[in-house]
């Protein structure tokens, strides 16, 4: 059974930054095969995708908004995927989720996902 643990989320200044992570287990032959996305979720909206990565195609996608301020990564040795966000701006307070499932493309909507960890709280406030 495939689990998810994020961490890093918590209270920052606009113009600070925050390293997300999401520690993967159950999964003896690591994520190789996987796409890993990283949801926000902020009051009163829907959540919707911030940035994916797929292991298989080598290749990442981030939300407009996200562009140029966050970067998505992977440590297959630790089954660990990170979300490096800077410059955050008041948007990006919301609950932060990282999904993942087998796939050999991207993955841009929740659906798609069959597994996800509990979410860490980011709130960017001044």
């Known amino acids: 059974q495939v689990q998810l643990v994020e961490s890093g989320g918590g209270l920052v200044r606009p113009g600070g930054s925050l390293r997300l992570s999401c520690a993967a287990s159950g999964v003896p032959l690591g994520l190789d095969l996987y796409t890993i996305g990283w949801f926000r979720q902020a009051p009163g909206k829907q959540r919707e995708i911030v940035s994916c990565?797929?292991?298989?195609?080598?290749?990442?996608y981030y939300v407009e908004s996200a562009k140029g301020r966050f970067s998505i990564s992977i440590d297959n040795d630790k089954n660990t995927i990170y979300l490096d966000m800077n410059n955050l701006k008041l948007e990006d307070t919301g609950i932060y989720t990282c999904a993942a499932v087998i796939s050999h493309t991207m993955a841009l909507f929740p659906e798609y996902y069959n597994h996800w960890g509990p979410g860490t709280q980011v709130t960017v406030s001044s």
């Open positions: 990565l797929s292991n298989v195609e080598h290749s990442t």
